[in-house]
């Protein structure tokens, strides 16, 4: 069965600290993996990756993939309260429903001041 | 703007009354697609289509019908609503070519069944 684990789960941080959110994955026939900001809404879309060792980059956020091991990992430097919400990854394979999205669980990021 | 349009964001019904959730989206997509978010157990898909009169069941489409009558409209409708069918509802759309870069979302429908 194809599946998306994210951790931590939850995580506190202060403002200014750099925090490493991951996102595992073991889905037939990988196509893409994509990073979604959920505030008390709905998701927002952050990143798309399909190749290993490219590093995305927005702002403060970036994001690469390792398609050998598996693996994604979202980075957020100097931390600021606006960058508390959810964090969602998700993969897209062909199989089937072509653009279907595998969702993980998410982890909660707080942000202190 | 581009957007996929939901209604509406609130419900709270009681078990057994029918019940329509709306979603339109203006961006010409071809592929719309329904999801429940509850905790612990993330995002999952109900129900999508690929286009129009083109629909399929998704990974938990018990007590869910949809249509597809219009690209641009694609209803979640709850024939017999149970308590266990509350939840969080977003509908999402996307293109479905190669350089799809993920789903837009509704802005979710936060469903009470008591």
């Known amino acids: 069965e194809d599946k998306v684990v994210q951790s931590p789960l939850s995580l506190v941080v202060h403002e200014g600290d750099t925090v490493t959110l991951n996102c595992s994955y073991e889905?037939?026939?990988?196509?893409?993996l994509l990073w979604y900001k959920q505030e008390k809404k709905a998701p927002t879309f952050l990143f798309m990756l399909t190749s290993s060792g490219i590093e995305k980059k927005s702002g403060r956020l970036s994001s690469i993939l390792d398609k050998k091991e598996l693996f994604s990992i979202l980075n957020i430097t100097a931390t600021q309260t606006g960058d508390s919400a959810v964090y969602l990854c998700?993969?897209?394979?062909?199989?089937?429903?072509?653009?279907?999205?595998?969702f993980g669980t998410g982890t909660l990021l707080a942000v202190q001041p | 703007e581009a957007q996929v349009t939901q209604n509406p964001r609130y419900l709270i019904t009681v078990t057994g009354k029918k019940l329509t959730v709306t979603c339109s989206q203006n961006m010409n997509h071809e592929y719309m697609s329904w999801y429940r978010q509850d905790p612990g157990l993330g995002l999952r898909q109900i129900y999508y289509?690929?286009?129009?009169?083109?629909?399929d069941k998704g990974d938990v489409p018990e007590g869910y019908k949809v249509s597809r009558k219009e690209k641009r409209n694609f209803p979640l409708i709850l024939e017999s609503p149970s308590p266990n069918q509350t939840s969080l509802y977003f509908c999402?759309?996307?293109?479905?070519?190669?350089?799809?870069?993920?789903?837009?979302f509704g802005s979710g429908t936060r469903l009470t069944v008591v």
């Open positions: 889905v037939t026939n990988f196509r893409s």
């Open positions: 998700a993969v897209r394979n062909y199989g089937g429903a072509t653009n279907k999205l595998i």
């Open positions: 289509s690929m286009n129009v009169e083109v629909t």
């Open positions: 999402a759309s996307s293109t479905t070519g190669q350089y799809n870069y993920g789903y837009t």
